[in-house]
Nanobody, 124 residues
Framework: VQLQASGGGLVQPGGSLRLSCAVSGLDLNYYAIGWFRRAPGKEREWVSCIRRGDSTTSYSDSAKGRFAISRENAKNTVSLQMNGLKPEDTAVYYC??????????????????WGQGTLVTVSS
């Protein structure tokens, strides 16, 4: 199983980035997918997730209204569109997967497959 996150980079405050997570070795139709981040000197935090079945999405308070997660099961990819980026969004972003029940909420699951992370830096 491999999760490959990409799309990070340097962006100015207020800018946008689109992160992608390419998944191989598992069938996304049976998995919930989450995005997490770890800022310098801080613990990893959950950002967003999308559940199996109907692709219902969930967001942290910091991501709500600015980020949008989506999935394309046929292409085994999950994306995170990030708009209105702030310096406090600077972090390494990770995608993760966990096998989940149909339409089971994706928040708080014990994600057990992780990608290597992609660095997002928001700075002027």
């Amino acid at each position: 199983v491999q999760l490959q996150a990409s799309g990070g980079g340097l962006v100015q405050p207020g800018g946008s980035l689109r992160l992608s997570c390419a998944v191989s070795g598992l069938d996304l139709n049976y998995y919930a997918i989450g995005w997490f981040r770890r800022a310098p000197g801080k613990e990893r935090e959950w950002v967003s997730c999308i559940r199996r079945g109907d692709s219902t999405t969930s967001y942290s308070d910091s991501a709500k209204g600015r980020f949008a997660i989506s999935r394309e099961n046929a292409k085994n990819t999950v994306s995170l569109q990030m708009n209105g980026l702030k310096p406090e969004d600077t972090a390494v972003y990770y995608c993760a997967a966990v096998m989940a029940g149909y339409r089971r909420p994706c928040v708080g699951l014990d994600y057990n497959y992780w990608g290597q992370g992609t660095l997002v830096t928001v700075s002027s």
